[in-house]
């Protein structure tokens, strides 16, 4: 096992830990060392997740303060947000790859603003790197602190960050309308997620002011130099997995300018994929898998076009990137333990 | 029996055919008298819909050819496009009141180009009355041909018609994603309408050119006063019914002006709804029901807002309005048979 | 509104309560006079329940305590068992239709071994009549407490009592199999009522001890004239609304005789039908109506035959069916108010 | 590539097909030689199955006449019966997994009756090794010919078979009841498979003659030792993936025997695994994995035992023990390639 990371993983019992807990167990050069749930310590991984029944040789669930973190090499935070950044804050030893949010903003001021209160740790955000893989390559091996992109910037980032580079769509004016399966809200109890109130449904959330909005917008005037605010709308969808996102932009230059820049852009990466000319991107193209389907559209109004891009919300847009992230910044082959294919139907 | 209208229902065997006969089964003025489905003529309608099994009075199916229209006051057309109009055409006696896409646009050459072929029936576009009811009260008493709006445009109309004409919003500039249940795209045997390609999965469809368009577009032109040109991206979503719009628009003046103007163009309306400041419009709001459910929002950019609308595509998008213009065109009182309750959960 | 029977909901604020609602705002014979949520008292109903938002006429939700029981003519309880017959117990004036178990089991005995605790108000079992209307229409006008049959007794007693009274087959050595959608558990806050447990999947429960064993048992012994055990087995299915039953049955004489039973007995009802040789029955046959499809098959183990049956659970087995004892109770139209077709799809 | 077996996927336009392909991609001692799909001959993969976008090196679908088989050292048949077994008895060189009905049945004038006609090569079945991997790994190295289970099968005889072998339950007056996602029934154009048919909605279908029952009946009569005749019945649930079955059985002795039974026999079984007491077995438990979970239970009635297993119907129940199959066959380690843990949710 010498050639294995040593891996814990906090928050082993929401789904985002769970779906973790899934990639890691089939990765050939991981060890799951510790999974910790505050509230569930003592517990086996087995009684809360009976799809791990089988897995008889996952860890007990513990405490944080009872994980020896000497040993550890890399600690998922898979928290809600606030909660992530004050535990990971007091581990030392490990590498930080976090799923929350706390590491996302750069700006401690901006986190206060969307997330309702002072961050819990802003000595560590400037070590933090922004870990949507294909563009922080470079900087991960170094990093101390991985923030994993929310789901929603995953998918629009990697649909309109080339374009944005290439100066091929204007960064201000974009306007996009989100849609995501159920599990990206958690396990928690709350009515808006029970069966009956989801399913044969749809309906929009978080109008206006959603908390991925000033994630996206950092991101974005990175690369364009300059401030951008977009729109942005999600809505809930009766499937348990899978996002898909519609940018509608207004082109620099021609349609064929910005599929060239799609195209190069991502010719050679393992896991995004600009579909031919045509097909509409479905979440049942990725489905448990870490890949990204995208496409751009003509639009009906002149000099518009459509953008659009699915994920698998629960891997591509959190655990199967961190896992990602991780491969790279621990140098190992960056498709480790990610290649399943989708699993469709 | 001699106070009920006689209905005929032309296209009997597909979801629109069945929804208009679940209501009609218990309109307290309607008589179904005859119905129509070429490629089943001879079946028992229990033949083909089972959950009417135990509606044993409803007529056998029939051919066209085979009605006496002569006793017949009102036709629905259940058909797809051109079919209806072709057979439609060739009826004399009934008022036509037509779900397909046939009579909807006011220009035959539009039609063409939209719907790949020359107008069947062109002679009776100009009598045909666009009835989305609640805009079209004044024309449908004397209407000899009732066209249906689609279900797209019924929600995004319904949004936005009393803000174009109040001026609250620019014609232009209008940008709307929607969602539909699987239902709207018919009984066919399709591999995009399998279970198992729909289920737990998401999509676009129609991308720039959907045949809702130039519909909604001449609508929205009227009002206007000038040519629109709108960006309008439909998604499929696994449910059977329902249907949801989300309208980015660019505000005239302001939010609360907007609100007004919704506000007070629907008091009185029966079947549309101005939800309270704050509450997201939801399909679940709507399912089984002529209603119609609508809010605005503040977006994130400035001088935008959202206009969101949910509509039962079968019901309010197709056979409930049907119903409701019936009502009114034959002088009716127009909640009449469509006061049934959302089915919630 | 002097024609109108005044109605009190207890427990309005859960599925159960919100259908009866929904049936009773089409009733032409009813007024909602009370509607009752100890928890939410002094909200509206649109607050907890969106698709009544245009349904302004809706009373405030309040406490029991709050009514003046002396104006009602009917209080159907919609509550968790033990607190309804807690509460009802208390209520004088109006009649008693009660939606929970708690008056179902004529022993008080029974009941403590089953619901974990002794009966709240074992002085008014001697009244309570057991309201599976079709089975109950002489002793329903007398009734003083009228205690509505659990879902899944509805479904098994409509398809196997007439089987049984005719001695068609034996009336132990019956095994059931059901399915349910997720509304008959509620909208309480379970972690296994969440989408994402409950979409894309299925389940058994409560396998061996369901309670609603004691009371098919008890219904069918009183008509075999001797104690009946049976295996009754049901199972979570990803759906919103639905129970079908799978009875496999030891025939005592043909299959023939045995169908002749049920098309005798069920030949002028409005709500049971007996479905074509052949022809399996179907949830979708029956979603938010009243309506009970049944029919029986040869099993491929000789002298067995299989009943199956299909109801909406909560309608039939829960709202409707209350509507429906109420009509009958009061001497009212057994159909009225309950007339709408299935919705399909 | 000398390391690795090459095989043949005969029906590769089918689910089935698609999901050998899926687990085939990622299995590291297998190449895709060929994708036969005659009606599709000369496609890609990725024009059929859009998720498979990314995986450009998937050879181009074939006619099976076109293929070189002596390069082949194996060829899995995903087609329908009577198809399947006209093809595969023509090709020579490559063993043959046969995942459709055609070489399950020992007796061909059993086949007959039940699938309609004349056995297609009924030269083959005295050589095929009935493939149910954990009760045929003795046979499998040397069969040229393995029929791989019915998906209900696996599910029943894994549940069953140990049971009688101990015997500890009585082999005949078993009941079946069965639920199964809709991927099962396939791709073709079905109206029955429609979203808007299944969607929210449940049936039974196959009712007293579905086509699995001989081939449960031929297992268990062979370790009963006499003929055995069983009740069993299935039902569609709005589900992609996945199969449940729910066997009442009657015990032989005591119900910690069977347990017993069941333990040992599974104790070192890698896809097979016996919950723990009182954990209800649940498809979310093994969606899109190999594995299989299985309980027992006490019933209500006396001496009488409920068995319940869950798989995946496209994986343990298909094309998952086909690649289970083919490990023996060649003598790889059983797991190869299967070891992904289930995706939940």
Known sequence: MTDRLRIAVLGASGYTGADLVRLALTHPRVEITALVANAKAGQAMQAIWPHFAPYRALPTLVQADDVDWSGIDAVFGCLPHATSA???????????IDLSADFRLKDAATYAD?????????????????????????????????????????????????????????????????????SGSGRGLKEANLFAEV???VHPYGI??????????QELALRAG????????????????????TCVVELAGG??????????????????????????????MV????????????DRVPGRALVIAAIDNLVKGSSGQAIQNMNVAFGLPETLGLEAAPLFP
């Open 226 to 245: 300059r401030p951008v605010t977009i729109s942005f709308t999600p809505h809930l969808v009766p499937m348990n997995r899978g996002e898909l996102v």
């Open 287 to 298: 489905r448990g898998s870490n890949n990204t389907v995208i496409n751009i559209f003509a």
């Open 255 to 284: 349609l064929a300018e910005a599929r060239t820049a799609l195209a190069t852009r991502y010719a050679d990466e393992p896991f995004v994929h600009l579909l031919p000319e045509g097909v509409a991107p479905a979440t049942r």
């Open 86 to 96: 004050e535990l990971l804050s007091k581990i030392e030893g490990p590498r930080i």
């Open 199 to 201: 399913a044969e449904a």
């Open 114 to 182: 969307w997330y309702g209160g002072a961050h819990p740790a802003p000595e560590l955000l400037p070590q933090a790197v922004y870990g949507l893989t294909e563009f922080a390559r470079a900087a991960l091996p170094a990093a101390s602190v991985v923030a994993c992109p929310g789901c929603y910037p995953t998918a629009v980032l990697l649909a309109l960050l080339p374009l944005v580079e290439a100066g091929a769509i204007a960064a201000d004016r974009i306007t996009v309308n989100a849609l995501s399966g159920v």
């Open 208 to 217: 206006g002011h959603h908390r991925h909005m000033p994630e996206m917008e």
